[in-house]
């Protein structure tokens, strides 16, 4: 996929993802830990913890990177108490697909926001298994591109311009 593969953090979290794996769904958790994930990637990566088979998610760790974009740490807290609205549902509906499907799968909201720029954040998600049976984590890696704030609060885009987003999602 043209996106993922044009994006050195996504592309990397992909590749690696992928040479891990081997004939397996997905790989253990130790397998892409902080020693093997590239520097460019930390950042900007994301755990999230898989409830009672996906009935909740909770982040484990927010990378500095997506904190900062985001506005808010949301390490330790659960996914449908932190965030509201359109991103809610938004998110959740991308988790529980990798859950239920045991694949990658490549997510894109497209922010109009004044002055006609653009902001866009790119959210790859990768599958995770303790048990070699089900989706234990997701390992996230998120990219914020912008023209308009560099630092942007995606959470008061959404808000103030949540209905002018377009969001894409794809099962890879």
């Known amino acids: 996929m043209e996106q993922i593969a044009g994006d050195p953090v996504l592309a990397a979290v992909l590749a690696l993802w992928e040479s891990k794996r081997g004939e397996r769904f997905a790989p253990h958790p130790s397998e892409l830990d902080a020693f ?10 994301a755990l999230v913890d898989v409830i009672e088979g996906g009935a909740r998610f909770r982040f484990r760790l927010v990378g500095s990177a997506v904190a900062l974009s985001s506005g808010v740490d949301y390490t330790g807290r659960y996914v449908d108490e932190a965030l509201s609205g359109p991103v809610k549902e938004s998110v959740l509906r991308h988790y529980a697909a990798v859950v239920r499907e045991r694949r990658p799968a490549f997510a894109v909201a497209e922010y109009r926001v004044p002055g006609e720029q653009n902001v866009k954040n790119s959210r790859l998600a990768v599958p995770l298994t303790l048990t070699g049976e089900t989706v234990d984590r997701l390992l996230l890696a998120s990219r914020v591109i912008s023209d308009w704030l560099l630092q942007s609060d995606l959470r008061n885009l959404e808000r103030q311009h949540g209905h002018e987003a377009r969001r894409t999602f794809i099962l890879l």
């Open 36 to 45: 093997v994930l590239p520097p460019i990637v930390l950042p900007r990566v």
